[in-house]
């Protein structure tokens, strides 16, 4: 099919956006909050497999959504939008442009919609992942005026959203600086520890402020500094008995990330 021959018109680029937020935050919701979760109530820890296991549970979901979508001529989005897949002859796009479509499409999603961005490129608005799978994205029937007006207007509003979103996300992700604030916090924790293992064993009991453990430590105003490098002065929470201990502090990150140690 060629440029001018479809009878019904390309779909706009602010439906298809529209359409791919609809598409794609529900499964970023359900992502984020299947980790909260498993981290928060279930407690479960954050290791590198729970998360790889999360996020490919996750991906799988929405590769076959794409597919089953790409299918029936269209996903949830694109069809509240009005919008169907074709291939470029008009004709359904078949089981394999709709694997080659959705496989493109979780690459380009994954990798910042930079796939998506493509549509801006050319009159079509044809994504990356329709010209790898020979499809177009067209308008099942003529939006008014103002149904185009409310959409643009929408996927305007999206845009600036999920740009924000993205801004947002790379701030908030822990820098090599913040994890490394955090690592020497615990480290820090670590030797206080062993500060109050040795006030215990002299006094009999543990330590219950940071001037007892500064004495302990056998060199009072080193300790103080390497305290106040390592954790920010409010709040340190310091507990301690007979039988154990609990100190709970902020460290130096960007963050103050909460860290605690326990003993013995």
């Keep these: 099919m060629e440029p001018g021959t479809i009878e019904s018109r390309a779909a706009r680029f602010s439906d298809r956006f529209v359409a791919y937020l609809l598409d794609t935050l529900p499964f970023g919701a359900g992502a984020a909050a299947t980790v909260w979760v498993l981290v928060g109530p279930l407690a479960k820890p954050p290791t590198p497999e729970l998360l790889a296991l999360v996020g490919a549970a996750w991906i799988t979901a929405v590769f076959t959504y794409q597919l089953v979508g790409n299918l029936n001529g269209g996903t949830v989005g694109k069809r509240l939008l009005g919008l169907r897949v074709v291939a470029r002859d008009g004709g359904p796009p078949g089981f394999l442009r709709s694997l080659i479509r959705a496989a493109v499409w979780l ?22 992942h329709d ?3 020979g499809t177009v994205v067209i308008e099942a029937y003529r939006k008014s005026t103002a149904e185009g007006a409310a959409l643009f207007l929408a996927g305007a509003l999206g845009a600036l959203g999920l740009f924000g979103f993205q801004i947002y996300s790379g701030w908030s992700r822990p820098t090599p600086a913040d994890r490394a604030a955090v690592a ?7 030797v206080v520890s062993q500060v109050q293992e040795a006030y215990k064993a002299k006094n009999g009991t ?12 056998g060199d009072p105003a080193e300790f103080r500094t390497a305290m106040a490098v390592l954790f920010m002065p409010e709040p340190f929470k310091m507990e301690a008995g007979n039988r154990g201990w609990r100190i709970r502090a ?6 103050h990330t909460s860290v605690v ?3 013995p």
């Design 107 to 128: 690459v380009g999603t994954t990798g910042g919609s930079f796939g998506f961005l493509v549509a801006l490129l050319n009159r079509e608005n044809r994504t990356l």
């Design 131 to 133: 010209y790898a799978s």
């Design 184 to 190: 020497k916090a615990k480290e820090g924790l670590g």
């Design 206 to 217: 543990y330590a219950t402020s940071i001037d007892q453990l500064a004495e302990a430590s």
């Design 250 to 255: 902020l460290a130096r990150d960007r963050f």
């Design 261 to 263: 140690r326990e003993g």
